[in-house]
């Protein structure tokens, strides 16, 4: 058992390891500002795994909240997701992203520093590997950036690096997560855009629910089998899960390890609609528009070191997902807006 706070608590991934935290037993406080989330999500976290957490409304930016509640209750562990995502924005606004990741993120380390609780798991993301040179990427691909977001990510790790060399007292782990999807199972929280969704997944939901038209598939002339981007698909709850081993893990270990979190397996734009097709029987009308810059053909992990030091491997289908998901976007059709506050 052990006490664990949890920044981002309330986003997608977020949400979903917290109720695998609550299930395992472990004491959750979230801290979130909500700024891509609502506090609804974390009440139904805690109505699925019949247990209470702690919900706390602030910024990890804010090093005097951070200090008042490192100084209230003993942590044994920090699981860190609270950052911002959409690539495309980040190219927009880097400063936001730098501030909001980077920042974030210093100060959060510093005040653990300060409070002496030194047991992290971080959310990296597939997106260090920049355009891999080889498939599968395996943790010993070169990082690289190919925009801000993922820039924030490298220098994040980098950071995390340093910090692990510099005190042996740090057991920092960096989860770098392929592509997840799909929903809890119970269908009562599952990923929430705000705005257009930037990933795939949402998208299909959103053109199944009749929320958008059709989808747009970003080329076609890829020189992949039928010629659409293939992408390493997880389900959400696999993901979750993935963080309990870590955090386990990061008690036991002392230092930095980067592991990918990925079934190892590749699946093409298409392949994704049509095994959503099947799941749902749900028809996902698209159309072939141009590439997207800065996109890449292919990405898939070698998950072999999750497995070997974590003893964790991805279990859920594709299918498994896609109707997990729709579970979710058929019972929210307005996520989580569509719910009045309690
Ligand atoms: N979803 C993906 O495909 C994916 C892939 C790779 C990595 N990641 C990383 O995983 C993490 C979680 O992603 P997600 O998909 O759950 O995103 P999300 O936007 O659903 O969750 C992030 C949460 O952090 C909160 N937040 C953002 N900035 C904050 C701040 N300064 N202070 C407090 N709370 C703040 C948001 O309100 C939100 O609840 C992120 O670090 C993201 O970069 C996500």
Redesign the pocket.
Known sequence: MARLLV????????SHTAVALLEAGHEVVS???????SPRALERVSRIAGRPLTAVE????DAALLKRLFAQQPFDGVIH?????AVGESVSKPLAYYD??VA?TLALLQAMQSAAVTCFVF?????VYGAPDELPITEQAPIRSTNP?GAT?VMVEQMLRDLAAADAAWSVVSLR?F??IGAHPSGEIG?DPNDIPN?LFPFICQVAAGRRERLAVFGNDWPTADGTGVRDYLHVADLAAGHLRAFDFARRRRGFTPVNLGTGRGVSVLQLVHAFEAATGRSIPFSIVERRPGDIAACWADPSAAARLLGWRAERSIEQACADGWRWQSRNPDGYRGEAAT
């Open positions: 920044t981002g608590g309330a986003g997608y991934i977020g801290l979130d500002n909500y700024s891509n989330s602030g910024d990890v930016r997701f609270a950052a911002l995502k909001n990741n974030g959310s990296s993301s597939a997106t977001y990510k997560y592509n997840p990923e990933n």
